[in-house]
Each structure stands twice: as structure tokens, then as C-alpha cells.
């Protein structure tokens, strides 16, 4: 019993396919294999130095997109720096719109301290009481001292 199905190709013609019920030779499919293993004739090929050529250019280009993204991540690292807001600047991740737009990356570094407030900078700033206070010598006031704090 076999089937004749009518079925229309992309150029609009028609063409009539007539299928068995499941017998499919294979000596068909080895054909069709060995048909698809071979190249074409008519098909285009290069020269060797051509390709050779392609291929040391696109190697060329490789490294230097690699480079870029060494320097974008070393970027990225110095303007998460400049914040001072983390203690240590790899701790906000890589991400290209950080280093386009200084308002995403403050927004990041927001989040990013939101969910981990122990990451932020603990650098004291003020007057924290140590270092050089000015002249010494002289006789110590209790007195000075209080008109000097208040």
C-alpha cells in the first residue's frame, strides 16, 4: 500500500511524493549519505595562503578584544576605587554598563551594600585624636584644653 502526497516546493512547483508504509531502502540512505559527504564541483574554495592570511588576522583581532576586556576590567576596578565606598573594589562584580554610566555603578555599589553591609569602607575620617596636634612644649591647661574642644 503507498501514498501519494502532493506538496509544493518554495519555487511554487509542485511535486508528486509517493512514500511506502514504513520500507525505506537502506541502500537509499547510504547513497544519500555518501551524496552529502562529498563536495560539490561547483563549490568555491580558497587558496591556502588566503586562509592562512584570514587566520592570522582574526588572531590578530582576538588578542586584541582580549586586551580590551583586560583593560575594561582594570577600569572598572579604579572607578569602583575612586568611590571609596567598598573596602576592596573586586567585590562589586564586571559589568560593562558600569564603566559607560557612572549612575549604574552607583546604584550597583548602593545595592551591593544594601545586601552586604560589611563590604563598605572603614576608613576613619575626622579627627580621631592621634598625630601631630600642633605645637608641644609650653605648659599643659586643663583649662585650654576644654576651650580648645568646645
Not at 582576538?62 to 572598572?76: F, G, I, M, T, V
Not at 573596602?87 to 564586571?94: I, K, Q
Not at 569602607?121 to 576651650?147: A, W
Request: no cysteine.
Amino acid at each position: 500500500m503507498s501514498e501519494t502526497t502532493d506538496t509544493t516546493t518554495e519555487s511554487g512547483d509542485e511535486a508528486e511524493v509517493t512514500a511506502d508504509e514504513g520500507t525505506q531502502s537502506t541502500s537509499t540512505l547510504a547513497e544519500d549519505v555518501q551524496q552529502a559527504d562529498t563536495p560539490a564541483e561547483d563549490a568555491e574554495t580558497f587558496p591556502r595562503e588566503y586562509v592562512e592570511k584570514l587566520r592570522q588576522e582574526n588572531g590578530k583581532y582576538r588578542q586584541r578584544a582580549s586586551e580590551a576586556d583586560s583593560l575594561a576590567n582594570r577600569l572598572h576596578t579604579e572607578l569602583v576605587r575612586a568611590t571609596g565606598r567598598l573596602a576592596d573594589p573586586t567585590d562589586l562584580p564586571f559589568d560593562p554598563d558600569h564603566v559607560a554610566d557612572a549612575g549604574k555603578m552607583s546604584a550597583a555599589i548602593d545595592a551591593l551594600l544594601e545586601a552586604k553591609p560589611h563590604l563598605a569602607s572603614r576608613r576613619p575620617t575626622g579627627d580621631i585624636g592621634q598625630g601631630n596636634r600642633g605645637q608641644g612644649g609650653g605648659s599643659f591647661s586643663l583649662l585650654q584644653m576644654l576651650k580648645d574642644r568646645t
